[in-house]
């Protein structure tokens, strides 16, 4: 069988690796020209503690990643307490993680902010702001600073974004109606989405997509408070057909000892601890079970196809829009699942190769995986107009 994965492992559907590695290169030597030789103070404001909070912390550090790289940048996140392996990401990018303390409030969590561009510039300072909770008056707050140039990274939800940029990269953004400060550059739908460098050299690399076997995903994240993922072990058990399955869980998921019970010594069960390799996982797999959050575009992004499920409200609508292009097969609500039906579609996308191929190559073609050097583009090209004289900030 010929999954999408394979197929773009064997060079048919995608472009070389030296693009990326080009894409950075370029806006390095963009920033270098049109920026002074001492770099910006860049801060994200985003936190780890839902499953959309890990998508909007991996879309932020996707980023980061091509700011920092650019050294045009001094990268800084502010969150609160981070995962171990969240905090490992940051530091390997050599960005500084200031932890807001617990129980802090909105308020005190604005001081903070200002309190930091008192310490690193009298100049400019750009703030990125991915978080649920901001409001308004927050946003209206940070650009009060004339040295704030501020990036809202959001998904349509219903405030006032006083800020430079607005950014949401979901499906569809450019059917919402928005309410921004005049001036406000708006940066919508999936040519905006920012993948992290582990998953975008993957989508180039054959060694992660050479597996024998159909390979079956499922990471339903950190808000699988029911143990909803217990039903695919479940499903799997059952089975006579033969095929892996890979589970992702975090580390302090609470059903994690009973999830281990019930694989026991199963061959082609395998359970994953918040792996550190979760974007091969993603990059090996022929269907995955998820999640409708951050992680489908990932998973676009690498052609693999889905089947998705909505954990909560919020996510309906990225499901939906996944379905409606035939990307993604949506079960629905969480609480529909079950062993049977998982099982049921297993064994439907095993035998629809094709099909899977061109939901595969389909999804690529909606995320391209550059939405990061659209971004910084952008935002250099206003940092070039405010060196020049063109624009004024606070005018």
């Known amino acids: 069988m010929i999954t999408p994965a394979r197929r773009n492992a064997q060079g048919m559907q995608d ?13 390095s030597n963009r920033l270098v020209k049109l920026m002074s030789v001492q770099s910006i103070p860049m801060i994200f404001r985003c936190d780890a503690l839902t499953d959309e909070g890990w998508g909007r912390f991996r879309r932020c550090y996707a980023l980061a990643e091509v700011a920092q790289q650019s050294g045009r940048f001094r990268v800084h996140f502010l969150s609160r307490a981070l995962p171990k392996s969240l905090k490992k990401k940051v530091s390997e990018i050599h960005a500084n993680l200031q932890v807001l303390p617990e129980g802090s409030t909105y308020q005190q969590d604005l001081a903070h902010l200002h309190s930091m561009f008192d310490m690193m510039s009298r100049k400019r300072v750009i703030v990125v702001v ?21 990036i809202a990274i959001d998904d349509g939800e219903k405030k006032h974004y006083d800020a430079d940029f607005l950014i949401n990269p979901n499906l569809d953004a450019e059917m919402i109606a928005y309410s921004t400060a005049p001036d406000c550059q708006k940066l919508l739908g999936p040519k905006y989405v920012m993948v992290r460098d582990e998953v975008h050299t993957l989508r180039q690399d054959p060694t992660e997509r050479m597996a024998e076997s159909f390979q079956f995903l499922v990471a339903l994240g950190i808000s699988d408070h029911w143990g909803h993922a217990l039903k695919a072990i479940e499903a799997v058990r059952r089975s006579t057909h033969r095929f892996e399955t890979h589970l992702v869980v975090p580390t302090d998921w609470q059903h994690l000892e009973a999830a281990k019970r019930l694989i026991g010594n199963h061959p082609r069960i395998h359970l994953y601890e918040d792996p550190s390799f979760m974007p091969q996982l993603l990059a090996r797999s022929d269907l995955a079970l998820v999640a409708s959050g951050h992680l489908t575009y990932e998973l676009a992004y690498l052609g693999v196809p889905m089947l998705s499920v909505s954990m909560n409200s919020t996510q309906v ?5 996944w379905s409606t292009r035939g990307i993604s097969d949506y079960i ?29 190559i389909t999804s690529q073609r909606v995320v391209d995986g550059r939405g990061k050097f659209r971004a910084l583009e952008k935002l250099t090209k206003l940092l070039q107009n405010i060196q020049e004289g063109k624009i004024k900030l606070g005018a």
């Open 15 to 27: 472009l070389p690796r030296e693009i990326f590695q080009n894409d950075v290169k370029n806006h």
């Open 317 to 321: 609508g990225t499901a939906e829009a």
């Open 332 to 360: 629905g609500d969480v609480e529909k699942l079950t062993p049977e039906l998982v099982m049921e579609k297993i064994l439907y996308w095993m035998e629809r190769d094709q099909e899977l191929e061109e939901r595969g």
């Open 130 to 150: 991915d978080h649920e909770d901001y409001e308004s008056e927050g946003f209206k707050s940070l650009r009060s600073d004339q040295r704030v140039i501020l």
